[in-house]
């Protein structure tokens, strides 16, 4: 019996040292290899910060130097889902909201102002790699919410080149955030301020409130807003190099990006942090400097497929590359496990800019389609008798829906994932006037 139990303690212990051992051979391997590899993640991060602190400019002209002063005068503004309501054409203007606008008509100013300046350039401090401090985009918001505002309160009292002034600002100022810093955020913040002057100004093309020499300009506004809007392969780049940054930065371990520091962090956890990354000799630094390298295939192919998802005879091979793209990645994710943790999906934000560039190019349609009415005094039978290069939808590769009720028409989108009906994009064109069009849309909403 005693035979016995000194057979079982040996095996006990054989197997807690096995464990030690394995446990130490883990840690020193994946120690080696870090070492190894921290030069390259050093070069990596070096040269991430050199290309981004070349993008930043520090000269007189930056809309940043008016945009921050509205986001600072904005920081006091309530809620505004009042006004939210109210652009989306739901309810009329209220002492509420026509008070908001008059409290803040110089954060207007600073917005239009800004909108003028020859660029802009957010002094993000890349140094600090993804840690960088962000905009006050939800003050930003608030700021372009009550430019939208006046500039739709000016639409319902005719002041319609006024309203066009403000709601061309607010465009101006989401292409600026998009394309003034390569990051994933800053473009879908541009895509959301965009999409509150759209919504406004499709209501002016809807109810038949412009003339011809404003619709001209639309026109022209919206195909210089599409031709300039930045790829999201930039901004993924963009966000990669602050990754580079931020893991060039850590000289021992990571598992402090995710855990907190390594002194707080328990054994187990550092262990499993490196066991994890068994494909790569349990060594995060090169798990992550390999995923680095495989994410600038990623990008190129993004790149390519971006280019090609906008051209309707392109778009159903582009789709289908974006696809098989998407699944080499979870593929890719599932052999590199602590690189899938930080990879971005941008593929919902894809089809977000696909969709925020459908509607674009639905309101131009609906502007040639307005000015053909100012001057034929109807609407076109068919779509062929406007300019033959607007009129293919490129999420299907085929004509614009398109149906004439005589005293109005509907041109009509399912949008870029045709399978899903919440894609679908419509826009009826009539020819009331703005103060009979909002009485009409307005009045489900009264109650």
């Given at each position: 019996m005693a035979r016995r139990s000194s057979k079982t303690f040996r095996v006990i212990i054989g197997i807690i040292v096995a464990i030690v051992g394995l446990t130490l051979l883990v840690l020193l391997i994946g120690v080696i290899v870090d070492k190894v590899t921290q030069p390259s993640i050093k070069r990596a991060g070096d040269e991430a910060l050199e290309y981004l602190t070349n993008l930043k400019r520090d000269e007189p002209g930056n809309a940043w130097d008016f945009y921050s002063l509205a986001i600072e005068k904005s920081r006091d503004i309530k809620s505004d889902k009042i006004l939210s309501r109210y652009l989306n054409g739901n309810i009329e203007v209220t002492q509420e909201i026509m008070k908001t606008i008059l409290d803040n008509l110089e954060i207007i100013e600073k917005i239009m102002e800004g909108a003028r300046q020859e660029f802009y350039s957010y002094p993000y401090e890349y140094e600090k790699g993804a840690e960088a401090e962000l905009p006050d985009y939800m003050s930003l918001r608030k700021a372009v919410s009550v430019t939208c505002a006046k500039a739709f309160y000016d639409l319902e009292n005719g002041r319609t080149d006024a309203s066009l002034n403000g709601l061309f600002s607010v465009m101006i100022v989401g292409k600026h955030i998009a394309s003034g810093a390569p990051m994933l955020i800053d473009q879908m913040i541009g895509i959301?301020?965009?999409d509150k002057a759209?919504?406004?100004?499709?209501?002016?093309?809807?109810?038949?409130?412009?003339?011809?020499?404003?619709?001209?300009?639309?026109?022209?506004?919206?195909?210089?807003?599409?031709?300039?809007?930045?790829?999201?392969?930039?901004?993924?780049?963009?966000?990669?190099?602050?990754?580079?940054?931020?893991?060039?930065?850590?000289?021992?371990?990571?598992?402090?990006?995710?855990?907190?520091?390594?002194?707080?962090?328990?054994?187990?956890?550092?262990?499993?942090?490196?066991?994890?990354?068994?494909?790569?000799?349990?060594?995060?630094?090169?798990?992550?400097?390999?995923?680095?390298?495989?994410?600038?295939?990623?990008?190129?192919?993004?790149?390519?497929?971006?280019?090609?998802?906008m051209k309707w005879e392109k778009r159903a091979e582009a789709k289908k590359r974006e696809d098989e793209l998407q699944e080499k990645i979870k593929v890719y994710c599932k052999r590199n496990l602590l690189f899938g943790f930080v990879i971005p999906n941008v593929f919902s934000m894809h089809r977000r800019k696909l969709e925020y560039i459908t509607k674009i190019r639905m309101l131009h349609l609906s502007s040639e389609i307005s000015s053909f009415r100012l001057e034929s005094g109807r609407f076109p039978q068919s779509l062929e008798e406007i300019a033959k290069?607007?009129?293919?939808?490129?999420?299907?590769?085929?004509?614009?829906?398109?149906?004439?009720?005589?005293?109005?028409?509907?041109?009509?989108?399912?949008?870029?994932?045709?399978?899903?009906?919440?894609?679908?994009?419509?826009?009826?064109?009539?020819?009331?006037?703005?103060?009979?069009?909002?009485?009409?849309?307005?009045?489900?909403h009264k109650k």
């Amino acid at each position: 019996m005693a035979r016995r139990s000194s057979k079982t303690f040996r095996v006990i212990i054989g197997i807690i040292v096995a464990i030690v051992g394995l446990t130490l051979l883990v840690l020193l391997i994946g120690v080696i290899v870090d070492k190894v590899t921290q030069p390259s993640i050093k070069r990596a991060g070096d040269e991430a910060l050199e290309y981004l602190t070349n993008l930043k400019r520090d000269e007189p002209g930056n809309a940043w130097d008016f945009y921050s002063l509205a986001i600072e005068k904005s920081r006091d503004i309530k809620s505004d889902k009042i006004l939210s309501r109210y652009l989306n054409g739901n309810i009329e203007v209220t002492q509420e909201i026509m008070k908001t606008i008059l409290d803040n008509l110089e954060i207007i100013e600073k917005i239009m102002e800004g909108a003028r300046q020859e660029f802009y350039s957010y002094p993000y401090e890349y140094e600090k790699g993804a840690e960088a401090e962000l905009p006050d985009y939800m003050s930003l918001r608030k700021a372009v919410s009550v430019t939208c505002a006046k500039a739709f309160y000016d639409l319902e009292n005719g002041r319609t080149d006024a309203s066009l002034n403000g709601l061309f600002s607010v465009m101006i100022v989401g292409k600026h955030i998009a394309s003034g810093a390569p990051m994933l955020i800053d473009q879908m913040i541009g895509i959301v301020i965009v999409d509150k002057a759209l919504k406004v100004l499709e209501i002016g093309i809807s109810s038949g409130t412009f003339n011809d020499s404003q619709l001209e300009s639309i026109a022209e506004f919206l195909v210089d807003l599409e031709k300039h809007w930045p790829l999201l392969s930039t901004a993924l780049d963009g966000d990669s190099k602050t990754m580079k940054i931020s893991f060039a930065k850590s000289q021992k371990g990571y598992s402090s990006l995710f855990f907190g520091s390594e002194s707080e962090s328990k054994f187990i956890r550092v262990f499993v942090f490196r066991f994890i990354c068994w494909r790569h000799f349990f060594s995060p630094k090169l798990s992550f400097l390999r995923g680095f390298k495989y994410m600038e295939d990623y990008i190129s192919e993004l790149k390519e497929i971006e280019e090609e998802s906008m051209k309707w005879e392109k778009r159903a091979e582009a789709k289908k590359r974006e696809d098989e793209l998407q699944e080499k990645i979870k593929v890719y994710c599932k052999r590199n496990l602590l690189f899938g943790f930080v990879i971005p999906n941008v593929f919902s934000m894809h089809r977000r800019k696909l969709e925020y560039i459908t509607k674009i190019r639905m309101l131009h349609l609906s502007s040639e389609i307005s000015s053909f009415r100012l001057e034929s005094g109807r609407f076109p039978q068919s779509l062929e008798e406007i300019a033959k290069y607007l009129v293919v939808d490129f999420n299907t590769g085929k004509v614009w829906e398109y149906t004439n009720y005589e005293d109005s028409v509907t041109i009509f989108s399912p949008g870029p994932d045709i399978s899903d009906k919440k894609d679908d994009i419509s826009i009826t064109l009539t020819g009331l006037g703005i103060k009979q069009y909002l009485a009409k849309r307005r009045k489900p909403h009264k109650k």
